[in-house]
């Protein structure tokens, strides 16, 4: 299997901008298989085998083993197509938690206001570069990477409307979006992007610790940044945008993430009610 994969990497992975992502899960099947062992060989009882080892070292979520057996699955595949193997063993994948979403409220995005260190704009006006990424990431939707690669000529008006570019090597679904900008993200955009504040992801980082700690959130797993994401498109559905223009605004590859969010919608579902009355 080892050899193998040395030889099959590329073809199968190396196209991937997260390839490093998958050589390290499909090391691990290496590992966790034996990196001898010939393909022919390999057994439901052995993938069985290796994962209840990754279970029981108790450092393993689900979801990981998961992703590693997803790439076993692939490697095992190419190797039936190509004649290397007669059959795919089966794979038994795990079933994994729901993790919890985290909605910000206008309460608590005053209350990290309040914690942010602010400063006093070339304009006179006091902002805080750390509450312009949170109001651009929230009204964007964007993802954090998206934002720290973003460059000022993404930033630009058309018929009295602002939009940003995000492109299409900067994000994970290889999609290029363009959306319009509420007036605080063009903001935003324009004081991080285009000033001298010279604030960085690592800056950002650091500040969200300290908020966090302030609002007793430090042991909550999903007060991440990457929440703004979920509330903007939360805000979306809830507002009653078609689930296909929240598909777009947001990025998604397929609706089907986009339907995470449709019970957060029943407006739809009182015109098939006006249906079954009659009317």
């Known amino acids: 299997i080892s050899q193998f ?49 990754w279970r029981k070292s108790g450092v393993v979520a689900p979801a990981t083993i998961n992703r590693r057996l997803s790439c076993l699955s692939k490697l095992l595949g190419h190797a039936h197509r190509i004649g290397e193997i007669n059959s795919i063993p089966s794979i038994k994948y795990l079933s994994e938690p729901k993790g919890r979403d985290y909605v910000f409220t206008d309460e608590i995005l005053e209350r990290m206001k309040n914690y942010s260190y602010t400063f006093e704009h070339v304009d006179g006006v006091w902002v805080s570069a750390f509450m312009d990424v949170v109001y651009f990431l929230l009204d964007t939707g964007c993802r ?35 959306i319009p900008l509420t007036d605080r993200a063009y903001g935003a955009a324009m004081r991080l992007k285009a000033g001298d504040i010279g604030y960085t992801k690592e800056q950002f980082r650091s500040d969200w610790q300290n908020v966090r700690t302030r609002l007793l959130e430090q042991d909550n797993p999903v007060f991440v940044p990457h929440s703004l994401r979920h509330t903007c ?27 995470r969010y449709s019970h957060l919608n029943t407006s ?11 009317k």
Do not use: Y
């Open 5 to 53: 994969t040395r030889q099959h990497f590329l073809h199968l992975w190396g196209d991937l901008k997260s390839w490093k992502t998958a050589k390290a899960n499909i090391d691990a099947c290496i590992d966790g298989l034996g990196p001898l062992i010939k393909l022919e060989h390999i057994q439901p009882r052995n993938i069985d085998a290796m994962v209840v080892r």
């Open 144 to 178: 954090s990477g998206e934002l720290w690669k973003l460059e000022l000529r993404d930033v630009f008006s058309r018929d009295n409307t602002r939009f940003v570019r995000f492109r299409a090597e900067h994000n994970k679904t290889n999609i290029e979006r363009i």
């Open 233 to 259: 498109a939360t805000r979306l559905v809830t507002a009653g945008v078609p689930l296909v223009n929240v598909m777009k605004w947001m990025g998604h590859s397929n609706i089907t993430t986009t339907m």
């Open 268 to 278: 739809d579902l009182m015109g098939a009610l006006d249906v079954m009355e009659g």
